[in-house]
């Protein structure tokens, strides 16, 4: 037991220090990729807010679109312009959304399109894959999830072409939606994405894309925009980077299941406040303007050879290299030489995730990637 005033530690469970580095354990501010701890020492950041920040911590058109909400009042008695914008905005640029709803969390932006597709096919049952938010209904064996509750829900094995179709096949009449994360570690191959397609279709299951990582990354359009999925998945969900460390999640895809919205209740009292709709609209603009999704890939490519060097050297802790340009991490033999490296490196100043995904940001240029992986090399020597 603790005496932590915020029980387990802190309320973002993937920032609680043993999944982390121990120390430093909390920061005081950041800016750009570099982040300063309660010591007041400054480290160069890979975690990114957990992928919630692709342009840079505080990037000044951001900071200057949050501002000047924050003048105008934040919230006020009806829904802001803002809101009717962005939406309109963001359907410009990912063409399969026609319509789109506004929530805080990730979480509750999936379980809304959980419950669109519960509407719109009258099922109850749901095949996920990947993570999808703490709430029950995508709940395995958490402790407090009714037993009801999770026997509505499997898990749908990822690129599992063969297994993936039986599941679907087998619970056809039931089944009211998949969800998946379209890249789980690796890249997902045309062939499983092609049979989600198909036998959701064959299934009459509603197709959802949690994209809440993979959107305003691997293209703003996320992964359905880099494969090429076409037919569309019916609904998307995109959250995290989307209003570059502003809480905002949307749920968004064809109108007739989006529009059943206003059949079922989904609704939330701050969906509509005018900071986080501010952010992500500037978001976006930068998104456009500066090609943020290239430039990503060019940085995190240089991030993921660097990374097989490192693998080359120290053979003997580094047993692979895991995830894709814009999202990756190492693999180590031991999880206790994992956190010995991820603990080395933080030490000089080195914030890199372990066992999960590092993220790069618009704030990462080639020289910052360099000196990172220098310091994993000393690290790694250390370990
Ligand atoms: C793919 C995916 N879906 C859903 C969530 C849940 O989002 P949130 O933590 O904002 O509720 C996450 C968070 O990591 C995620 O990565």
Redesign the pocket.
Known sequence: MNDWRVPGFTS?G?KRPDALFGTPARMTRASGCRVWDENGREHIDFVMA???VALGYGHPDVNRAATAAIAAGVVGPLPPVAEEELAEALCDQIPWLERVRFL???????AAAVRLARVATGRDEVLGC??????DWCQGATEGVPAPVRNLFAELPFNDVAAGREMIRARAPRLAAVVV?PVIVSEPTREWLQMLRVETERAGAILIF?????AFRLAIGGAVARYHVTPAPDLV?L??ALANGF?L?AVGGRADLMNAASRTWISSTLATEGVALAAARATLDVFVRDDVCGHLHRVGTRLLHGLHEVQRAHAGIVTGVAGIAEMCFLHCATEDLSRAVAVQAAGRGLLFKRTAYNFVSLAHDESTVDRALAMLHEALRAS
């Open positions: 973002t993937s957990l992928g919630a805080k969390t990730g979480a509750e932006a999936v990947g993570y999808h938010g703490w709430l994360e949690d994209e809440i990582k993979t969900v959250g995290k809480p999640a």
